[in-house]
RNA sequence: GCGAGUAUGGCGAAAUUGGCAGACGCGCCAGACUUAGAAUCUGGUACCAACCGGUGUGUAGGUUCAAGUCCUAUUACUCGCACCA
């Protein structure tokens, strides 16, 4: 039985002999492997937090017995709202709460035995720590990496805190759920944007996982695209706007400005509705971001009256409206509308009945008979009609006798003609019917591209599109020629989208009777004077050109990643080290003087109007100016949650130097980190702050790796017993406690990892502990069949080669829970035996130690067996003893499994052919049938087909 | 809306990447040991027919000697971003 008692003997053994530190020792291999240190909550440890620890756990005591010199580093992450909250709440010093909450977790985290090296913790909450978050800071605004700005920024109304774009993603806040308001106010900013290109390319040269990738990829979001400046109808200032898409120039048909854009109150003496546009400007401040974004699909607007802007290619002369659709803080705060091709745009014009022009024509290519390569291209002009019954509501379907051809009504334009003439023409000829009600354009224009084979070219036909409604059913006899070709029947709307089998048909007729939308697939340029005829990539290229050419655009990658708002209105976080001084500005202070430690404060309030508490004590703020010498004041902000965090891998590899953030060698050989695990909730946050700031301290050659992390990868969820995220209010808690109270820690460092695949979510299962337990048990049990005497057998050898190989590869990929598994298979095995050679259990024990140190290590101790366990050589499997003599195929007629053969091993596939043809089971599958072919699979199956 | 992922017994899940679907665990059934229970051990356990056999990896097609795995369409759920110009 494994008896949890054993538990706080071996914990104590492996914190007095000190024996999961690692030395500095640089002659040897290294692995420094990192989880996200906690951020210490009053709620204690959870056991998502075990998840997260323990697939480094098995990691980090693996490599140390392959001989790696580990680091396994664990801290806390101190400074934060909560646990200002709380200190609010109860008038309890923040100071006090940390260090209490600090003392639970850590005594957690010892019941868990995991093999952190305890020698190094930190917190960053303590000044010889924050004296480096300080320096680093120092060093940003001495490269101008963060500065001052008076900007939009976001804000919590009940935290009182301003919130950085990763801290407030939907539109919510990240600590209390509530809706961020935009507010401007003057904040630090820290230049993440200067490095969006280097966090994203960099990432090609990084193994984290894909997911990981692609969210940083996605939240960076860069975009390459012209900045054109428009002019403005007498005067001499210009509205930049940013567009992805300058081939659409000649589309534009209106140019829309963010409420909050500067160039509004430039020209307020010329619009004459000044008082309308300030009135829209503050109903827009009003909204909250998530009023802006997402209920407010209804687009919302005041025309720019007295002004005009004039399309600097086309010198047209288009009006300008205020939409709030338009965000001052990406691009240029402002736009040019094409409505045809952009859905927002298009929202837009239909409600404010602006110009549609359209500038791409799809470009259809039928893929039955797509052109053919060599053959001459030809161009052509010609039209699809939708034709409407005169009294119901069906229309006219072409359907073609010889080919699988169901669609509109087609025809070529013949010289001189209009197009609505040959739609006319077309119906007549093709129908018979004459009495036409209405002619008029369908808003779609495309190109249909097709090898025609009785003339040997390629036809490039621009249509239009046109819609003809008939007055009365009055027909005239059409010929015999169009008779043989064609059945044209009626058909409702519904029967026609599900009958026309052309994907450009179907879409022409579901524009005529459903209304327009924007077109913002691919096609080719029409109705764009010198772009007409290329594709989008093409007049981009050309447009591009030109605009440079004639200084009216330049090439402008934009992002969607914004610059980190800096600063918290808070008193337990960093304090920003510099001084506002009068004559100078702002100053930062002197190295020899940091860290700038947190004065005594009794209240801990903010500002009403989100002013630090900080702000009220006088003594502290006011200073010198350490550049002149005259009284200046202290700024109040404190640094955000995540500055700690953005570097504190850096400090566990010198976490007591008070001369420098870590030393020059120690960095060199401990960087980078070898493998980093954590919370898909992090990518966005945490992971890229801390790359940011890890690469401009590559910069300034403070570290000497240009990625923090070599490796990254993500653990999931564990759920609560019902299924859903656990939570305080849904009473799904699982308290890790608990479970090593009742059923020791092994049982739950066991359960956790065999719950399921590691990075992905699985529900908590009370009866799935029960079976960890179980199988512990089975393993302190193995003493009951140990003996002296010679147990060797071929099979066993080749089962326990197989089980290590199996766990050593599933560990480093991750795979927990099958490595359990494999390791529950081959105990199985062993207890099939009378006595079992402790030759086959010594193995087992040291794989199976990571996972469950404590029962392995008393096991180990029990068979007197060398030194601990955690200190013996990882095992080596030997692949020669896992090949057997004799192999098991399954025999499949037609693919479905019918009798099994034995056969040795070192046939090849054509005598494991003959035997199977003679064997006696083959015959009755085989009466009055004849065996086509047999496909030998050597190793896996033999499929016979009759 | 855009992007990504997932879907397999009563349950948690495996499947060497195209080669015997359901490893391992839970639960359940039967048996052994027990006065009895607990614990432990042994055997069974996808479904239908219960004899041959047939059907099964969200749904519908396809490729292949062979498909959970590849292709096409489709549904549901989860996650990320979201008026990104």
């Not at 990496?145 to 806040?173: F, W």
């Not at 010198?530 to 007049?539: C, P, Q, V």
């Not at 190295?591 to 002013?611: A, S």
């Not at 050593?808 to 099958?818: G, L, W």
Request: glycine fraction near 6%.
């Amino acid at each position: 039985m494994y008896d949890k008692k054993i538990d706080k003997k071996w914990q104590d053994i492996w914190e007095k002999e000190k024996c999961f530190q690692a030395v500095d020792d640089f002659n040897r291999k290294k692995f420094y492997s990192l989880i996200e240190f906690p951020y210490p909550s009053g709620a204690g440890l959870h056991v998502g937090h075990a998840r997260a620890f323990m697939g480094m756990e098995v990691i980090s005591r693996m490599k140390r017995m392959k001989g790696y010199n580990v680091l396994f580093p664990i801290g806390f992450d101190s400074f934060g709202l909560p646990t200002e909250n709380y200190a609010m709440k109860t008038g309890i010093h923040p100071r006090k709460v940390t260090d209490d909450n600090i003392e639970t977790f850590t005594k957690q985290l010892k019941s868990f035995g995991l093999s952190f090296d305890w020698n190094r913790v930190i917190d960053t909450t303590t000044p010889e720590y924050f004296k480096w978050t300080q320096w680093i800071f120092l060093k940003l605004f001495e490269h101008g990496m963060a500065y001052k700005d008076n900007t939009y920024v976001n804000y919590c109304p009940k935290c009182r805190v301003i919130l950085a774009n990763e801290e407030s993603q939907g539109g919510l806040c990240d600590r209390c759920d509530s809706q961020i308001v935009q507010k401007e106010k003057e904040v630090w900013m820290l230049k993440i944007t200067d490095y969006a290109d280097k966090l994203l390319d960099e990432l090609a040269n990084l193994d984290f996982t894909p997911r990981v990738k692609l969210e940083q990829e996605s939240w960076i979001g860069r975009s390459y695209g012209v900045e054109i400046d428009f002019g403005i109808e007498n005067s001499d200032k210009k509205l930049k706007v940013y567009t992805t898409r300058p081939d659409t120039i000649f589309g534009v048909t209106f140019m829309a400005i963010a409420p909050e854009h500067k160039l509004l109150d430039e020209l307020k003496g010329r619009i004459t509705n000044f008082d309308e546009i300030i009135e829209y400007r503050k109903k827009a401040s009003e909204k909250t971001e998530f009023e802006r974004t997402k209920i407010a699909k209804d687009k919302t607007g005041v025309k720019v009256q007295g002004v005009y802007c004039i399309n600097p290619v086309t010198n047209e002369k288009l009006s300008l409206v205020v939409a709030d659709y338009v965000m001052l803080g990406y691009g240029t705060g402002a736009i040019m509308a094409v409505p045809a091709h952009d859905e927002r745009d298009y929202e837009f014009a239909k409600k404010f009945n602006i110009d549609i022009k359209q500038v791409i024509a799809m470009d259809y290519t039928d893929v039955t008979n797509p052109p053919k390569e060599g053959a001459p291209n030809k161009e052509g002009n010609g039209v699809l009609v939708v034709l409407k019954h005169w009294n119901e509501e069906k229309y006219v379907c072409s359907i073609w006798k010889d080919y699988d051809w169901k669609n509109l009504i087609t025809g070529g334009i013949e010289p001189g003609e209009t197009a609505l003439e040959t739609a006319v023409r077309e119906v007549k000829e093709e129908t018979g019917y004459i009495d036409v009600k209405n002619v008029s354009y369908i808003p779609f224009e495309h190109f249909d591209s097709f090898y025609a084979a009785h003339k040997g070219v390629n036809k490039v036909v621009h249509q239009r599109d046109v819609f003809v409604e008939l007055a009365s059913g009055k027909q005239i006899e059409i010929s015999e020629e169009e008779k043989k070709l064609v059945d044209n029947v009626w058909l409702t709307k519904e029967e026609m989208l599900e009958t026309i089998n052309k994907v450009h048909h179907k879409l022409v007729f579901d524009i005529c009777v459903n209304g327009g939308r924007p077109y913002t697939g691919n096609g080719i340029l029409i109705n764009s004077e010198f772009l007409n005829g290329l594709n989008i990539k093409e007049a981009t290229i050309k447009i591009n050109e030109y605009l440079a050419e004639n200084k009216l655009g330049t090439l402008k990658t934009n992002y969607h990643m914004k610059d980190w708002a800096f600063a918290r209105q808070r008193y337990w976080g960093e304090p920003v080290p510099i001084v506002k001084c009068e004559k100078c500005g702002l100053v930062p202070m002197n190295e020899e003087d940091l860290p700038l430690t947190l004065p005594e404060v009794k209240d801990f309030m903010p500002g009403e109007d989100g002013e630090s508490p900080l702000a009220k004590i006088d003594s502290w703020v006011n200073t010198i100016c350490p550049k002149c010498g005259i009284a200046a004041k202290r700024e109040t902000d404190t640094m955000p949650q995540w500055a700690g965090s953005s570097w504190y891998y850096l400090r566990y590899i010198d976490p007591k130097n008070s001369n420098c953030l870590a030393s020059e060698d120690k960095l060199k050989y401990w960087l980078p980190v070898d493998w980093y695990n954590g919370g898909m909730e992090h990518v966005t946050r945490h992971l890229i702050y801390s790359r940011f700031w890890h690469r401009f301290l590559y910069d300034i050659g403070v570290v000497p790796t240009k990625e923090p992390y070599a490796k990254r990868t993500t653990q999931g969820l564990i759920l609560g017993p019902d299924g859903n995220k656990m939570s305080k209010s849904k009473g799904n808690v699982i308290n890790p406690d608990d479970i090593i109270k009742q059923y020791g820690t092994d049982t739950l460092r066991t359960y956790i990892l065999f719950i399921g695949e590691y990075s992905q979510s699985a529900p908590w299962s009370e009866n799935g502990v029960k079976g960890a337990k179980k199988f512990l048990d089975r393993i302190m049990r193995l003493k009951d069949i140990i003996t002296n005497e010679n147990t060797d057998s071929k099979e066993l050898d080749r089962e326990m080669h197989m089980m290590i190989k199996k766990v050593s590869n599933d560990y480093e990929e991750m795979k927990y829970n099958t490595a359990i598994a494999c390791m529950m298979s081959y105990i199985n095995l062993l207890y099939k035996q009378d006595k079992i050679n402790i030759k086959y259990i010594k193995p087992l024990l040291q794989v199976l130690n990571p996972v469950a140190p404590h029962v392995t290590e008393e096991l180990w101790e029990l068979l007197e067996l060398e030194n601990n366990i955690f200190s013996t050589l990882w095992p080596e499997y030997n692949e020669s003893k896992m090949v057997s003599d004799i192999i098991e195929m399954a025999v499949l007629i037609n693919g479905t499994v019918r009798f099994r053969v034995t056969v040795d091993s070192y046939l090849n596939e054509i005598e494991i052919e003959k035997i199977v043809r003679k064997d006696d089971r083959l015959k009755q599958y085989t009466i009055d049938k004849q065996v086509k072919k047999i496909i030998v699979v050597k190793g896996r199956v033999i499929n016979i087909v009759v």
